[in-house]
């Protein structure tokens, strides 16, 4: 089984978003869970009013890495939505589970300077876990924008690997959570968003 832990040092950067979007792209593939590890429960919110065949979403526990173990039986992939800071514990157990730390961050300084705590977490947790992968994602690009190319050369030098798929910001990604779906259950309305997360998802298989 493997472990994608999606992580970041701030709220609203789109840990939630992709963890549901990233986890039901994987689910197509083979059977794939999310844990929802923020106290916000974002994901377990959005679960209680999504279909029935969407995604499944379980409540983190204490021990990250017996729940995992556990999960191991029906899942061949489990996501973790990780709290907002790389200083709460679940993150840290997160990172100490996983083979793939996704890290979004959005086209902002400040984006920027709190991700720099965040390879230090995961440079700590690979001590433990050699087999931790880290990658960035640039999340709520707009492409058009100056400050973006700019922040696209600053993330390249935070010493994490950047994946080449982008996740634009688009109205999609908010309405299709408004309605309990993922971007997969909107149909057309979906597609260019369900581009750029099978893209991420390749990135994070190899
Ligand atoms: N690529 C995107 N395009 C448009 N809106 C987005 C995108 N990613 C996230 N959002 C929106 O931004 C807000 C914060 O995202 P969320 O996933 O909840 O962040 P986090 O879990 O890191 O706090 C939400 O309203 C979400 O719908
Ligand atoms: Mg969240």
């Not at 197509?28 to 209680?48: H, Y």
């Not at 969407?54 to 029906?74: F, G, I, K, M, P």
């Not at 992939?77 to 993150?91: E, G, L, N």
């Amino acid at each position: 089984m493997s472990i994608i832990a999606i992580v970041g040092n701030k709220g609203g950067v789109g840990k939630t978003t992709l963890s549901l979007n990233v986890a039901t792209g994987l689910n197509n593939r083979s059977r794939t869970a999310v844990i929802d590890a923020d106290p916000q429960r974002s994901s377990l919110q959005w679960r209680a009013f999504s279909e029935s065949d969407a995604v499944s979403v379980y409540e983190a526990e204490d021990d990250l890495a017996a729940q995992a173990n556990t999960l191991r039986q029906d899942y061949e992939q489990v996501v973790i939505d990780c709290p907002p800071s790389v200083y709460a514990p679940q993150t840290n157990k997160a990172l100490e589970v996983s083979n793939r730390a996704i890290i979004p961050v959005q086209p902002s300084p400040m984006d920027l300077w709190a991700t720099v705590h965040i390879l230090e977490a995961v440079e700590k947790a690979r001590q433990i876990n050699t087999e931790l992968k880290p990658l960035l994602v640039i999340n709520q690009l707009e492409p058009r924008t100056m400050l973006s190319k700019l922040v696209r050369d600053a993330v390249s030098e935070i010493g994490i690997p950047v994946a080449d798929a982008m996740v634009r910001r688009r109205a999609v990604f908010r309405s299709s959570a408004l309605e309990g779906k993922s971007i997969y259950d909107v149909g057309r309305r979906g597609d260019a968003a369900v581009e750029e997360i099978e893209n991420l998802i390749q990135e994070i298989l190899q």
